[in-house]
């Protein structure tokens, strides 16, 4: 029996009723065999790019998490009081994890199975025994959801390793006491890298890579092979942070920065590609209020805990149960958009004015000075100590060369604050500088009167897109767009929208000066996008960034922003950093959409930041308790026993060109 299934019944009875009748008509088709064969039907998972803002059913959110509602119990052992409990207990975590169903609900659960057992009058020789049987069941279900204490410390505790979240004090004032809340990454990687194909998984990734760029030294595939790279331990596994502050309520609201959390994620940069894409390789390890992150104290206190465990990871490394000695890990960046960086690096956070950049000396006024006539210098990590030796010295100086304070990382290993922020692809090109171009040359085909505002928008809305554009297929360009100057989409389909935009205006990009840009900005993303990357395409890369800078003060000075210049740096962050598509936020940004459910949800903002962490962990235990944390193949739900001749002939095909002749032989009267 499969608890899950055993309760999908109880909640859905109209279900139960379809596949009973599914199940009749398979049995009026019928036809007896002596010989059958069992078919494992298969899970499809379909792991689109979701939009970061955008209301989806929790199923599909769930697929991107790979959870799966196999049977926990692996073993044919017998099903005893302790199973069923623990059987329910993930039953409860599937509900409120994957489906994201409030606490309410999962508690009438547990009090209708409290309420559903009724006296029987019948006369029967084992009556009381069944009734005993069934009061111990009931007592079990009963005691793993009494509270929210008894299924988080002891069902949650003892079955699935459930750990709380850690509170950090960060106020000095004893009346009102401010809590952040961390989740400890040594705890988390040791649960991570104890299943069973984690270790394997990383360890064959890295000798890969080794052995390809031994084979050809030109390559870049991680870290590891550029400049930075050089100085860790080459056997040591990457570790990656992620900064940002997400809002959980209406982002028009008026309660929008009252609840604006502060959200620092880790991930292991060596998992296969195959499975970056996957959300559970992205993990919570601290969060708490932005607004209250207003003092150097705070600010200090809220990431020593996680300095100090990075610190102790590359330091003496990590023992775990199933790997006979220590393993080592290295920090190798930050990802983060740019006003994240600068706000934990220490340097400005406006970009209007003042050096603005992190990584060179270049103000505000000279970004439309054409770079084959200037170079700017590059910020260095002893100039920049130099900073804020000044800045310690002379109190009353609040700002030099855009450095601001020091940077509450600065104790961690590894960490440099000009160079351990590289560019984000995802906030730079996509968000930044490709729609910039895209409304310049749709304005200035309208000044040249090649199309209307209306028909720009009827283009957009009517155009075809191809089978693998349609899940990324972007809004139409509306007329109020066009006068606001802002092109509406996530951040894939702006994307989309930049590739494609000289198919859907094929008969006008070569009347617009502006495309010349769009070429040339072109060629260098899709060498910045490409993986893997080569040491010798840096120059080149260099002089295409170099000329698409020109073009802009040349022909439109007006739209030159900061992000035009950080345009520029790319080639220099790649030979320093690694590939920026190793380092960009865009399944970073999906994971808040977990975080912003509960919150919909839940409708408790009393201490959300606790009920975050809480989730969090809560989601983890879900995700290890499946056979693999990261699924190489697809897991079936059950299985249930059909005749050959029933298979659709064309799966019947390729079931014998899978398993060959073995199959044939073995059914082959039924074929």
């Known amino acids: 029996m499969h608890i899950h299934r055993h309760h999908h019944f109880l909640l859905n009875s109209s279900f139960n009723q379809q596949e009973n009748n599914d199940l009749d008509d398979i049995d009026q088709l019928s036809i007896q065999q002596p010989d059958t064969t069992s078919v494992d039907p298969v899970i499809v998972d379909n792991t689109d790019e979701n939009i970061i803002y955008a209301n989806i059913n929790n199923d599909d959110f769930a697929n991107q998490w790979n959870i799966s509602s196999t049977n926990i119990l692996r073993e044919d052992k017998q099903i005893n009081l302790i199973a069923v409990q623990q059987l329910y207990t993930r039953f409860l975590l599937e509900m409120r994890e994957q489906h994201i169903l409030p606490q309410t609900i999962i508690q009438s659960i547990t009090t209708y199975i409290n309420t559903s057992q009724q006296p029987s009058t019948a006369v029967n020789v084992s009556v009381n025994d069944i009734r005993t049987t069934i009061k111990d069941i009931e007592q079990a279900i009963v005691f793993s959801t009494r509270n929210e204490y008894q299924f988080l410390l002891q069902s949650c505790k003892n079955f699935f390793n459930y750990t709380p979240p850690i509170e950090n004090l960060l106020s000095s004032n004893q009346m009102k006491k401010e809590y952040s809340y961390h989740i400890s990454i040594k705890q988390s990687l040791k649960k991570i890298l104890e299943k069973g194909e984690m270790l394997p998984f990383l360890i064959e990734n890295i000798h890969d890579q080794i052995n390809a760029t031994q084979c050809d030294p030109d390559l870049i595939f991680s870290f590891r092979d550029c400049i930075k790279g050089k100085k860790i331990h080459k056997q040591s596994f990457l570790i990656q942070l992620y900064v940002d502050d997400i809002g959980v309520t209406n982002p028009i609201g008026l309660k929008k920065d009252q609840h604006k959390l502060t959200m620092v994620y880790f991930m292991l940069e060596d998992v296969p590609d195959p499975f970056r894409s996957m959300l559970q390789c992205i993990h919570l390890t601290a969060i708490y ?58 340097f400005q956070q406006t970009f209007s004015s003042g050096n603005f950049c992190r990584r060179c ?198 739209k030159v922003t900061p992000k035009i210049h950080y345009v520029t740096e790319y080639p220099k962050i790649i030979e320093e950093n690694c590939p920026p598509v190793r380092f960009w936020c865009m399944r970073y940004e999906g994971a808040h959409l977990y975080f912003k459910q509960i919150a919909l949800q839940s409708n408790n903002f009393k201490n959300i930041p606790k009920t975050m962490a809480q989730r969090q962990q809560l989601r983890q235990c879900l995700l290890l308790s499946n056979c693999q944390f990261l699924k190489t193949s697809e897991e079936a739900r059950g299985v249930k026993q059909i005749h050959m001749h029933q298979i659709d002939f064309k799966i019947r095909t390729l079931l014998i060109q899978r398993f060959g002749q073995q199959l044939a032989q073995f059914n082959q009267t039924l074929l």
Request: glycine share 4%; hydrophobic share 40%; aromatic share 12%.
């Open 289 to 346: 209020y932005s607004k209250y992150l207003d003092n150097d104290e705070k600010i200090r206190k809220f990431y020593d805990p996680i300095v100090k465990e990075l610190n102790d990871l590359q330091l003496t490394g990590l023992t775990i149960n199933t790997f006979n000695s220590q393993l080592l890990f290295s920090f190798s960046a930050i990802a983060a958009d740019n006003l994240a960086a600068h706000n934990v690096a220490g």
């Open 361 to 558: 000396l270049i103000i505000y006024e000279n970004r439309l000075i054409p770079l084959t006539d200037v170079h700017f210098i590059q910020r260095t990590y002893s100039q920049h100590e130099k900073c804020l030796q000044l800045l310690k010295n002379k109190p009353h100086i609040k700002s030099v060369f855009g450095v601001v304070g020091p940077s509450p990382l600065n104790d961690l290993h590894n960490f440099d604050p000009t160079t351990s922020f590289p560019g984000n692809a995802m906030h730079d090109f996509f968000e930044g500088v490709c729609p910039l171009i895209i409304m310049a040359m749709l304005k200035e085909a309208s000044g040249l009167r090649l199309i209307t505002f209306n028909g720009i928008q009827n283009r957009t809305e009517n155009f075809a897109y191809g089978e693998f554009d349609t899940s990324n297929k972007p809004p139409p360009i509306l007329v109020k767009n066009l006068n606001n100057n802002h092109i509406v989409g996530s951040t894939s389909q702006k994307y989309c929208l930049f590739r494609l935009f000289p198919i859907i205006f094929s008969d006008l990009v070569e009347k617009l000066q502006s495309f010349k840009i769009y070429l040339v900005l072109r060629e260098l993303l899709d060498m910045i996008l490409a993986f893997p990357q080569r040491k010798s395409w840096l120059p080149f890369m260099e002089t295409l960034a170099i000329n698409f800078q020109c073009m802009m003060v040349d022909l439109l000075p007006e």
